[in-house]
């Protein structure tokens, strides 16, 4: 997770709200700062400007103080709105985690069951080998034919035809788990099981997943306060003091200073207010829509995948006691193979039932196993 590009970009959001509430309270201090404006207008021969309106020149340089007043409530709206917006990036955070989890641990049980097959296909590819020498000289020994053992060899090579393509699906999987997790490593040690187990799943109202819906709530509230700021008197007291002079009348004297407020109080703004009222309530229909929805869409998901699971470990439970009948069979038939006593026709059948029985165990093995991550991806 420490190499996920999203987590780090939620985190870093985080670091900008932090940023963004000293930039609040730096906007509070005092700001100073410096301006100059000069100019002049000629008169030539009777034309040019009015001086009654240019001064004939106007020369200036100001150093400027302004301080915003009746702030306190406006600063601490701010303060909140910023924390509100930390608290919905850390949810989001948790969520990021569990999505990412989830993808990880996915493809890592995927993996897992390729090894399994792998190592299923290997032990069956070696048992027949060894069968396919004693075979082979029980057909010298016009035991067998040579048609029976021929069809043994093509079984032979069909179980290695196809071990080979597991093994480039189980390498392929490997290095989309690597890739998942950010490791270039192209070793390829074995996976252990993934022993995971169903967590007990959180009330609904402390899930990360329906925390969003609580956070988008308090967001428009929020906004609805913000709104109403902006409508509040704002006041300023300001300050100067330098040079300023039209060089009329004994300029070197010019030196000055000055204070002043500035108060502006709105009084009609075309309705703006009840529009943007108007389409806040209309985000808290949808926000309450979105929250039925995603409601009835977990309960019936979360039913869905428990009785999947119960009905998975129950087909698992099945085919282990069919393959313990079957297990005995071809032991037997590797007995009686030895002595010629049975047909290496009988003997392939119960083999690739026996193939087809350990098949479906790993493959619900691997389905059991996905459930339960599924179940436990709403455990956050």
Do not use: C
């Not at 393509?165 to 490997?174: A, G, K, S």
């Not at 439970?317 to 193979?337: F, P, S």
């Not at 193939?355 to 991550?373: E, M």
Request: positive net charge; without cysteine; glycine residues 4%.
């Amino acid at each position: 997770m420490l190499n996920s590009p999203v987590l780090k970009d939620i985190q870093n959001q985080i670091k900008i709200n932090r940023l963004d509430s000293l930039l609040i309270l730096a906007a509070q201090r005092p700001q100073v700062s410096f301006a100059s404006n000069d100019s002049y207008a000629p008169v030539i021969k009777g034309y040019g400007y009015d001086d009654a309106i240019t001064n004939g020149a106007n020369v200036n340089a100001l150093v400027t103080v302004n301080k915003s007043l009746l702030n306190t409530k406006n600063n601490k709206l701010q303060f909140a709105n910023l924390k509100l917006l930390s608290d919905a990036l850390r949810n989001n955070v948790s969520i990021s985690e569990q999505d990412l989890k989830k993808s990880v641990i996915a493809q890592y049980i995927t993996t897992y069951g390729d090894q399994l097959q792998v190592n299923f296909s290997m032990e069956i590819q070696d048992m027949l080998r060894k069968q396919e020498i004693v075979l082979k000289k029980l057909t010298e020994k016009n035991v067998y034919k040579q048609v029976d053992y021929l069809g043994f060899v093509v079984t032979l090579q069909q179980n290695g035809f196809k071990l080979k393509q597991q093994v480039n699906q189980y390498r392929n999987d490997y290095f989309v788990l690597n890739y998942l997790v950010g490791i270039s490593d192209t070793s390829q040690p074995a996976l252990e099981n993934p022993d995971i187990s169903v967590n007990v799943l959180p009330d609904i109202s402390q899930s990360a997943f329906f925390r969003k819906y609580h956070f988008d709530s308090l967001t428009l509230e929020m906004n609805k306060t913000l709104i109403d700021i902006t409508y509040r008197p704002k006041l300023n007291v300001y300050a100067d003091a330098g040079y300023n002079s039209s060089l009329a009348y004994r300029p070197y004297k010019n030196f000055g200073t000055s204070v002043g407020l500035s108060l502006t109080i709105p009084i009609y703004d075309g309705k703006q207010k009840k529009l943007q009222y108007s389409k806040i309530e209309t985000q808290e229909n949808t926000r309450l829509a979105n929250k039925q929805f995603f409601t009835n869409q977990y309960y019936q998901q979360v039913a869905q995948l428990k009785q999947q699971l119960k009905a998975t470990e129950e087909l698992v439970a099945d085919i282990n006691q069919q393959l313990k009948y079957i297990e005995t069979l071809i032991k037997v038939n590797e007995k009686l193979l030895q002595t010629g006593d049975v047909r290496i026709y009988d003997y392939i059948l119960a083999l690739n039932n026996f193939l087809n029985a350990k098949g479906l165990i790993n493959d619900n093995t691997v389905s059991r196993l996905q459930l339960i991550n599924q179940l436990n991806y709403w455990n956050r």
